[in-house]
């Protein structure tokens, strides 16, 4: 028995690896280059053409933008991209590599801590998790792991803070502020370890409490410290009147998340939230409830008796149910925030892998007696064949027609052409959407057509011009100004 349960193992975590391949090879090199990561990229761009850390601004004015708060994605991704592009590599491929680091880091990071938690099995059920989940629906996609966006780094990190936290919590305070500069919806993350660390804490009532203040504030610290140097480079870099107009710009885009009011509903987000994962919504709500109503019942179950390695496992079971609870409950409840499942995407890449794997460590907490232990087998084997289940249909979506890098690329060539000869220094994307990786691509800085400051630039548009053809590419075409 125990040699066919290994080699069942085995199988199952090759085909596991397989499939991580499959979509990580088509996210790095397959999909196309979308607006959001271009976007990004001109922040490592312009960096390395000596205009500081700065965006072309296409989302406020279409002027370069220094420390731009539009650009939610942060210095701990861009500024690896930007050592990449100096060494004179591919800038798609420079721009990807960094997240797909970061996703390998996110995996042996939940293979680790969900063995900590429950054996070989737990670390291949957490590892599963993020395959099941998909967040390439609406407008504001995650394509694949390798896209340059700040949420996949940010869970990695987070992930890797909530497994250091028991013996290091001074590193992991650290690294939950490197992942607070990766993506700063990570922040929404410190109750989580502050749960935890009060659950590792010694003592009853006020003398715990003192213990978890001691044990805190050395890692708050530190998590503090990255968001620090970059605002001391800010004032630095802009001054005291300049530096306060971009406080102000960001708390703007802080209380608005730049998109104004969407006017969603909770049980819509919800709807959104279990449809992203490649089954049945109904099917994900299942594995939801299965997985928080194990994890909550281990909790209680031993937490009167918990051993020191309990302890740690309670831990981890309440932060990632405190962190999942707060990312997804923010999203949820503020309404002026669209559909978009990608922004609470760290806390569910983070923290519902951790879920699944207390899960099945809750299973051997439960009686024997009455066919309890029975039923929690029956509910841990649903909830790994629904991840299981949702893994699979993802993989195999990734074959389904989409626009690809390659024809992005074909298409370009004679934009980029009519670019460098004529020496062109902007264009306009009309209207945002398709026409702004274009133009990243093509060597231009990119604005937005509607901004006074494009007034007198070529727009770059997928539709018919209503002004002069400069050169048409089929698929894009640049307009003289109107």
Request: glycine share 8%; hydrophobic share 60%; proline share 6%.
């Amino acid at each position: 028995m125990t040699r066919a349960r290994t080699v069942v193992f085995w199988a199952a975590a090759v085909a596991l690896l397989i499939g991580h391949v499959i979509v990580a090879w088509h996210s790095l090199v397959v999909w196309r280059f979308w607006e959001d990561e271009a976007f990004n990229l001109t922040v490592p761009l312009n960096l390395l053409d000596g205009l500081g850390y700065s965006s072309d601004g296409a989302l406020s004015g279409s002027t370069i933008t220094p420390f731009d708060p539009r650009i939610s994605t942060g210095p701990v991704v861009l500024l690896p991209v930007a050592a990449l592009l100096a060494t004179g590599m591919d800038p798609v491929l420079a721009a990807r590599l960094v997240p797909l680091a970061f996703w390998v880091a996110l995996l042996a990071g939940l293979a680790v801590i969900g063995r900590r938690i429950g054996g070989r099995w737990a670390a291949l059920l957490a590892v599963a998790v993020p395959l099941a989940f998909t967040a390439d629906a609406g407008f504001s996609p995650i394509q694949g792991p390798a896209d340059l966006l700040g949420e996949i780094p940010a869970a990695a990190l987070l992930v890797w803070a909530l497994t250091l936290l028991p013996r290091r919590a001074w590193l992991a305070g650290l690294l939950v502020g490197l992942a607070i500069q990766a993506k700063l919806i990570a922040a929404l993350a410190l109750p989580a370890f502050a749960i935890a660390l009060w659950v590792l804490s010694d003592g009853t009532g006020w003398a715990r409490v003192r213990d978890t203040l001691r044990r805190s504030w050395l890692p708050l610290l530190l998590a503090a410290v990255p968001t620090l140097l970059l605002e001391l480079g800010a004032l630095l870099s802009l001054g005291f009147s300049g530096y306060w107009q971009h406080v102000r710009d960001f708390a703007h885009f802080l209380r608005t998340g730049g998109q104004g009011d969407a006017a969603t509903t909770v049980l819509q987000k919800l709807g959104t939230l279990a449809d992203s994962w490649s089954l049945p919504g109904f099917l994900a709500v299942i594995g939801a409830v299965i997985a928080l109503g194990l994890a909550v019942t281990g909790v209680v179950l031993r937490w009167r008796d918990a051993s020191a390695a309990d302890r740690i496992v309670i831990a981890y079971a309440l932060a990632a149910i405190v962190g999942a609870l707060a990312l997804v409950g923010w999203w949820a409840t503020a309404s002026r925030l669209p559909l978009w499942v990608r922004h609470p995407a760290p806390g569910i890449l983070a923290f519902f892998p951790v879920i699944a794997a207390a899960a099945l460590w809750a299973v051997a907490a439960l009686p024997r007696r009455k066919g309890a232990r029975v039923i929690g087998i029956i509910a841990a084997s649903a909830l790994a064949a629904i991840i299981a289940g949702g893994g699979v249909a993802h993989v195999v979506s990734t074959y389904e027609p989409r626009t690809t890098l390659e024809s992005q690329r074909t298409a370009l060539v004679p934009l980029t052409a009519w670019v460098e000869a004529n020496d062109v220094e902007w264009l306009a994307a009309e209207p945002w959407g398709y026409a702004v990786a274009p133009i990243v691509l093509t060597g231009a800085h990119v604005g937005l057509f509607d901004a006074p400051a494009m007034a007198d630039v070529p727009r770059l548009t997928t539709q018919p011009c209503t002004t002069e053809t400069l050169v048409d590419a089929g698929q894009y075409r640049i307009c003289a100004a109107p």
